[in-house]
């Protein structure tokens, strides 16, 4: 299976950033020889075909490219929890003049589906990777019958257990130091998580799968570190934020470039799930992590608002602003040259 | 300054771990080629000179070891806060029969002192380091008039510039896996703190003293990563600990050495403070983290008993089981035996 890694130039995966990128960053990674990732998790099944469509123009029949989708069962609303959490926003509502009864219930997030497998499918992406466990076998298999290699992430060694049992190609060690939503399925008790070295070394000797270490992994020193602990590729994330291939706003852009992002925090209050990112007004004041919020994705519901209205204002105070630990080294390049950079020391460090 | 690294055969500092070891550690670990380390913080002025006259007497004149000492502020009694606080445990006092009124209070831990200064002064250690920040101007001066070297912990950038401001000759990024006692003393905000390898990363890059890179490090992997990413050395703590060396319990080699050790957290229970231990029973009803916990040293108080009655009966369901996050991967092993496997690792890496 590390044969996947040896198909590329570098054993490099750009992490699948739901909302912060679309085709662009996939293509230009591959272009620079890493493996590029489109985010699905808020894709409509047109959109995921139309970025798709994009990925396989842009690039050669037998490049390398994942599709990443969030597995979550979707809750059902509970009328009680969501009125406690309006209620206890209402400070925030009132500032920007927002009447909650006009907040419509959405989908926040929508997990993989069969439409989505469907819209996927034509398109024959070599990698389906998940977030939040793994989707039904039946899903499973319908990715498998195009080819396409089964990733999946896991947060503790139990997990990626579970994972390795179930066939998955690779695992994603996602240690805690990353931005955005923790992958955790098998428990919610954060302490059990573990920073990308410890995982790293505990998940590759655990299993006999690939492991992908992810978390903080921003220039060649933490890439080195993680091929060395084991890993048979990195993942990178916050370091293709910056780049003029992502599509963050301007707000969001200014955060990773300021003292802020020195501090990040995990916090459920934006979906209702963990996500690491750095620490800004509504985290302060409401968490960053808070018992009252709805579950995941329906807290998207509450928060969405408050920041389409604090940032029509300039403000990214109700923005999540997913970033990992090392965001402060962080800096402003094109993906190409943060992909050669990441990459030429993983694949030094290659064993 | 990493001329002192220069001076040992290892850049590789044991780390100082009261209540888990004393003389005898210190001394096999500067034997076999590694900076040896005395905790003072539970050391009564005669104990710490009947220890120091035993490294002395033990070693070469020009041997380099370490006397560790916390400088905590000592807090007044809160009547009220303890009372809540045997209210709480009182299901957990009745099981054991112990009666709450019969409880006296204790120092817990002893900050560093003019009377340990004192004591100490004599043996002249050659590296005298502190954790929580710094003792006086007045006691730092006292130790820096024998010629040592001060050392003391980071947990974030910000503590580790204040340390550099004030002149410190290295300093320990104590990363979040590491076990015991964390370090913090300009921000108790957990939330702050990083990983070894963010950190150590961050700290190297933003000051000039050597940096002492520690948590999780337990093996080649974790030493090399550590110095990799600008460690002048490292410092390792749980690997000792399934040392013969070491003077843990049988109760808590075992924990160490059982599935138990996969799971550790940061918790104040046993002294006020958040410290990094294996999970138990006393954890996982009370806490790990509560609110109502006297503060650090005083909470003692209160653990102590319920530790000894458990312990008498044969468990280890109230011991505080420090342990960093990479305990799963330490093997009971002589120290002299760890010290080479890390320390040769160590060397390797060093830039």
Redesign the interface.
Known sequence: MSSLFDRVRFPLVQAPMAGAQGSALAVAVCRAGGIGSLPGAMLTPDALAKELATIRESLPDDALFNVNFFCHQSPAADEAVDRAWFTKLAPAYGEFGIDPASIAAGPGRLPFSEAAAEAIAPFAPPVVSFHFGLPSEALVARCRAWGAQIWSSATT?AEARWLAERGVDAIIAQ???AGGHRGHFLSDDL??Q?????LT??IS?AVATPVIAAG?IV?S??A??AM???AAAVQVGTAFLRTPESTISKLYRNALASKAA?????TNLFTGRPARGI?NRFMREYG?LNADAPAFPLATRQSAPLRAAAEAAGSADFTPLWAG??A??CEALPAEEIVKRIGEAALAARR
């Open positions: 060694v240690g805690l130091e302490s059990m573990l920073p990308m070295l410890p070394q505990q000797r903080g220039d020193q933490s080195s570190a060395s602990a084991g020195t501090h990040t925090a995990l620490v960053p630990q090392n402060p080294l």
